[in-house]
T-cell receptor
């Protein structure tokens, strides 16, 4: 069975600082990986996804993520955080034969001015 | 404008009443999902449907029911049997043909039962 772990429940950074949100997955074959962002009281929006090819994926809002098969990780990064990036971030994995993704529990990002 | 609409945004009900949450999409997606979100618990799958007139239970289906009579619509009924129905409910869709397709989410409905 596939699983996703986001080890950090909360992360606090200062505006302008760099950011890395961790995501580890458990799945036998190459998974399909996603990062979503959720602002308070709203639905989720896709930031980026990986399913093959270049292991460094660029997304919207200046985010990127790197797939590392050896570490079973898909960490999300941003070089300079803006106050508007404060939100909940979810990592998700989906196997090739399933319509059902597995979501991590989310990481809440707090941005200090 | 393609997207998913959920109505209403906020819903208040008395304990013991059934309530139906609406989800409509014009993305022409075959698969639709209902999730429940509670603080600190991430997303939990209630029901999903891959095609019209067919749906499957997710991880927490007890106390909920759905129907899928049209491709565009996937309403969720929260019944009086649901022990703790107060939560944020999200509807999602996805294209079919491969697992590389991401889910699209509606804006959510916050249900409060007192």
């Amino acid at each position: 069975a596939q699983s996703v772990t986001q080890p950090d429940i909360h992360i606090t950074v200062s505006e302008g600082a760099s950011l890395e949100l961790r995501c580890n997955y458990s799945y036998g074959a190459t998974p399909y990986l996603f990062w979503y962002v959720q602002s308070p009281g709203q639905g989720l929006q896709l930031l980026l996804k990986y399913f093959s090819g270049d292991t460094l994926v660029q997304g919207i809002k200046g985010f990127e993520a790197e797939f590392k098969r050896s570490q079973s990780s898909f960490n999300l990064r941003k070089p300079s955080v803006h106050w508007s990036d404060a939100a909940e971030y979810f990592c998700a994995v989906r196997s090739g034969g399933s319509y059902i993704p597995t979501f991590g529990r989310g990481t809440s990002l707090i941005v200090h001015p | 404008d393609g997207g998913i609409t959920q109505s209403p945004k906020y819903l208040f009900r008395k304990e013991g009443q059934n309530v139906t949450l609406s989800c409509e999409q014009n993305l022409n997606h075959d698969a639709m999902y209902w999730y429940r979100q509670d603080p600190g618990q991430g997303l939990r799958l209630i029901y999903y449907s891959q095609i019209v007139n067919d749906f499957q239970k997710g991880d927490i289906a007890e106390g909920y029911s759905v129907s899928r009579e049209k491709k565009e619509s996937f309403p969720l009924t929260v019944t009086s049997a649901q022990k703790n129905p107060t939560a944020f409910y999200l509807c999602a869709t996805t294209g079919t043909g491969g697992a590389q397709y991401e889910q699209y989410f509606g804006p959510g409905t916050r249900l409060t039962v007192t």
